[in-house]
């Protein structure tokens, strides 16, 4: 089957719905289908086609239910499409109406959707290959990473602003790799770095040093004030890094709603107290340890794989309607 896969993140982008699409076609492919990755679409010639983000790929979704009527559409939804565009963005919705298959990260995510829609969603998790040579933690700092590029919905200095709650005494040292969305972030977080040695900011990085920084820390901090199911909660899970994460559905979802690491969206205090007591409390340590643990066989390639390959012999035996 020829896929063509719409993306609004361009090549070579470190983006979360960029990173997505290329495994998805990777997936795809070691499925047997042919798969094209572009931004737009206008009309190329293709047996089906998997839209990444309702809102913003609602031109491709709108050319191609209007030159393929009966052709098989699927829309995968972000964070920012389930948690802010269902409410206010009528594109976001006719996207909904206009697909045969709605793809989601995690299961809470349904929950978002308009009621009639819920019966064509299908709950996709996130897959991780695990690393071949997992690096050394280091034994002199505790160190905590955050993985995410600076945007005001990934609360993004919520784990350094933490710091100044620790004692002097703490070896906690946060290590934050990701873009930043305009020179104004970039701006905050030098003067963060300025007044806090503990925090350091590399700003974006290759996928491969996000991946060993990962491995390394003894701690991810996800402080998103929405996700739709992030995949470093997948990366996390595999490198037996334990999470530390805001309570919101699209984690909630991913870790389960008695996971022991969640601190309130924008609460700091309560955030550095997590920290203090993962750094101080071997129990409370290997607590959060065990909780990742148990979630290692959901985030399997094979589980992905089988994911899509049992969507796509839906949408072949009854592309439109059936459920």
Known sequence: MRIFMACPAPPRSRKGNRVTAVRWARLLRELGHRVCIE????????????????????????????????????????????????????????????????????????DALPVQARARARTIIQSTVPLRDKPARNSRFFTVCVLGHLRQVKDPFRAARALRFLPPDSRIRIIHAGAAQSPAFAARARALMAHEPRYRWLGEVSARRA????????????????????????????????????????????????????????????LARFLRRAETDEDYYAHLQRACRRLQPLVKPHRERQAWRQLLAELVKSPKGGV
Do not use: W
């Not at 086609?49 to 052709?71: E, F, M």
């Not at 899970?237 to 805001?246: G, H, R």
């Open 211 to 270: 991946r060993l920084l990962l491995a390394r820390s003894r701690l991810m901090v996800l402080s998103s004030r929405l996700e739709g199911g992030a995949n470093v909660i997948s990366e996390a899970i595999t490198d037996d890094t334990p999470v530390l994460a805001s309570k919101i559905p699209g984690s909630i979802g991913l870790l389960g709603e008695d996971y022991p690491g969640y601190f309130s969206v924008g609460d700091t205090m309560q």
């Open 39 to 110: 931004q737009e679409y206008r009309g190329q010639n293709c047996d089906m086609l998997i839209a990444l983000h309702a809102r913003k790929s609602y031109p491709a979704v709108r050319t191609y239910r209007r030159l393929h009527p009966q052709g098989p559409l699927v829309v995968a939804l972000t964070g920012t499409d389930l948690y802010h565009d269902l409410a206010t963005s009528r594109r976001a919705l006719r996207s909904l109406e206009l697909a045969d298959r709605l793809v989601v990260l995690q299961p809470l995510a349904r």
